[in-house]
């Protein structure tokens, strides 16, 4: 059954933007990139990325040159200078490698790696994904595949006519060392899933490099968004100023979605030849630390968790005390190489300017003012403070807030893939995906389960693919009672939730299980408020969403009854078997219980505060 949808034509609020007035690019001559490469090959990798940033944000200001190819002399925009693919790629991995990040011997390395963070997303904001050519620049291959380049006084050596537009433009764009060759992020993995499920482990159990792998990430998501976004633009109907179609940008649907970098990861040779590998690819954004899932997906580079040694700190911290020692009694000294405190705090200001060390402090003050707040509860806390805290701490199982961030826009990518059905022969169907999707979710705990499906807490999923996937769940959760859906239907109509969800409870006696059932259906009772409106011209959806919460309540209410029931059954045996030894009892069971009560009520009373808003809006408009 193709899942239904609420009647809405909205995108994800990542896809949701302006026609982009993108930069064209322009090739570096040959002299920059003889430059460009020597600079990387001897490691000068600030250098380097300064001069990319120039040449790429140079003409930025003047924005507009006119058009000589037409008589009506359109503005255009400014050419902006791009390195090679190849350079590109190096320029990726220089944000993640250990050697520039957590194990840098230096603050030059480290201000390298956040300038390569900078100039890339510069890149995507100018230049844009496809006109950068990303999508070859971002592709994975093994480390043997890869050849191994040779440096620029070899390449001389030979004797190559590296000038010449007749075949040395390939052999040109190589560049030797290990960073840019077998240890470039794109050799070093597997796959873009490979990266994914290895970053989100390192989202629990190793922060220092989750601080890297969360920015690379944010990036990537970005760069598969545009890249998505440009090419719909681009294959969307246009027209030109006499307003005829433009035949330019009329591609097929096919060829020009089919090579976004979207569907090349898709489509890579680790997924099995009759198409995705869902099931890997949902493990990988699940991926929550556990020994099964560091097994799967392994670290990137060979001891890249390692940090730096402490006697290093130590060493470079007796040398500053013993510079400070010799700048106070000495002051500055020309002849003797004593610059007083010239160079003294340039480690401070180098580290001072690292993007992303901002927000690395900023997670450990939000774990320690995490801590501070559970050490408090054990002390007997309100009900309300533990209410409060339910939603922070629903996201620490799978890496914190900004960890489900990204793995809920990874989704919304994977919803939109599939909903154009871009490989025919190939493509998972739409219910094959989110089959694998609701396998993982109803396993997650309550709290981060709302998480996921709340349409306002994360919104980086397509309104659609949200409705979809709540169907999906609800077909395994809800009371038999509940009458199956009708397959024909693409869109979810009001009246249609009112007679197949609204009214009923779990097929489960559970707490937590009637719980997921209201959270799905007050999203899809919200999602049709927010996108189409509610009609509470008659009494049925209040009928309707009372029905349901005396439902589940009842439910929930006969099922512990009974397992109390039984409990004091089994602890009077127990006890007369122990002679009057003294029975311990654990309290996991009824704090789940009792969260999953909470969570049961708030939502069936954010459902009735909705009834009643719509009722009053449909008055007034009366």
């Not at 090679?84 to 990726?92: A, C, F, G, N, Q």
Request: hydrophobic share 35%; aromatic share 6%.
């Amino acid at each position: 059954m193709c899942a239904s949808q609420p009647e809405t034509g909205e995108r994800s609020p990542t896809l949701m933007r302006d026609r982009p007035s993108y930069r064209p690019a322009r090739p570096l001559p040959f002299e920059l990139r003889e430059h460009c490469v020597i600079y990387f090959e001897e490691e000068l990798y600030t250098q380097a990325l300064t001069l990319l940033t120039n040449l790429l944000t140079a003409g930025t200001s003047t924005h507009f040159l006119p058009d000589s190819s037409t008589s009506t002399s359109q503005p255009q925009l400014v050419p902006a200078f791009v390195p090679p693919p190849h350079h590109v790629s190096l320029i990726s991995t220089l944000i993640l490698h250990p050697s520039l990040t957590t194990r840098a011997p230096n603050a030059e390395r480290q201000s390298a790696s956040n300038a390569a963070y900078r100039y890339l997303r510069t890149l995507l904001k100018l230049v844009g994904p496809v006109n950068a050519d990303l999508s070859s620049a971002f592709q994975f291959t093994s480390s043997t595949a890869r050849r191994r380049g040779r440096s620029s006084y070899n390449r001389r050596r030979e004797g190559e006519d590296l000038d010449s537009p007749n075949g040395s433009e390939a052999a040109f764009d190589t560049i030797g060392g290990d960073l840019a060759n077998e240890q470039s992020v794109w050799s070093a993995a597997e796959d873009i899933w490979h990266v994914v499920g290895w970053a989100f482990n390192c989202s629990i159990v190793h922060p220092g490099r989750w601080t890297r792998w969360k920015a690379w990430l944010e990036l990537m998501c970005e760069v598969l968004e545009d890249d998505w976004a440009e090419r719909e633009r681009l294959i969307s109907p246009s027209t030109t100023a006499d307003n005829s179609p433009n035949e330019a940008t009329s591609q097929p649907d096919e060829t020009l979605l089919n090579s976004s970098l979207l569907s090349i990861y898709l489509s890579s040779p680790t997924n099995s030849r009759h198409g995705p590998n869902t099931s890997r690819i949902m493990r990988a954004i699940f991926a929550d630390g556990t020994p099964k899932s560091l097994n799967e997906f392994r670290e990137v580079w060979k001891n890249e968790t390692r940090e730096r040694k402490k006697a290093d700190d130590s060493r470079r911290t007796a040398q500053k005390r013993k510079r400070a020692d010799t700048t106070t009694s000495c002051g500055v000294n020309l002849e003797e190489d004593v610059w007083g405190d010239w160079y003294a705090e340039e480690d401070d200001e180098e580290a001072e300017d690292d993007p992303m060390q901002a927000t690395q402090d900023d997670d450990e003050s939000r774990d320690a003012s995490s801590d501070r707040s559970h050490s408090s509860d054990s002390d007997g806390s309100s009900l309300m403070d533990k209410t409060d805290r339910a939603a922070p701490n629903g996201a620490e199982p799978l890496g914190g807030i900004e960890s489900l961030l990204l793995r809920q826009r990874l989704i919304s990518l994977l919803s939109l893939h599939a909903a154009h059905s871009l490989n025919s022969n190939h493509s998972d169907p739409l219910n094959n995906l989110y089959d694998h999707l609701a396998s993982h979710l109803r396993s997650l705990p309550l709290p981060t389960f709302a998480l996921f499906i709340a349409p306002t807490l994360l919104p980086h999923m397509i309104p659609a693919a949200r409705s979809s996937l709540c169907q999906v769940l609800l077909q395994s959760l809800i009371s038999a009672d509940a009458p199956a859906p009708d397959p024909s239907g693409d869109d979810l109509k009001q009246d249609q939730l009112e007679q197949w969800y609204l009214p009923y409870a779990s097929n489960l006696a559970s707490p937590v299980a009637n719980a997921k059932v209201s959270l799905l259906v007050e999203t899809l009772l919200r999602l049709l408020g927010l996108h189409v409106g509610l009609d509470t011209s008659t009494q049925s959806l209040r009928e309707a969403v009372e029905m349901g919460i005396r439902a589940r309540h009842e439910k929930v209410t006969a099922g512990l009854s009974k397992g109390r029931g039984r409990a004091g059954r089994g602890r009077g045996r127990g006890m007369a078997a122990s002679r009057g030894g003294r029975v311990s009892h654990g309290t996991g069971g009824n704090q789940e219980e009792e969260e999953a009560m909470r969570f049961l009520k708030a939502s069936g009373e954010r459902m009735r505060i909705l009834v009643d808003i719509s009722e009053r809006k449909n008055n007034s408009a009366t």
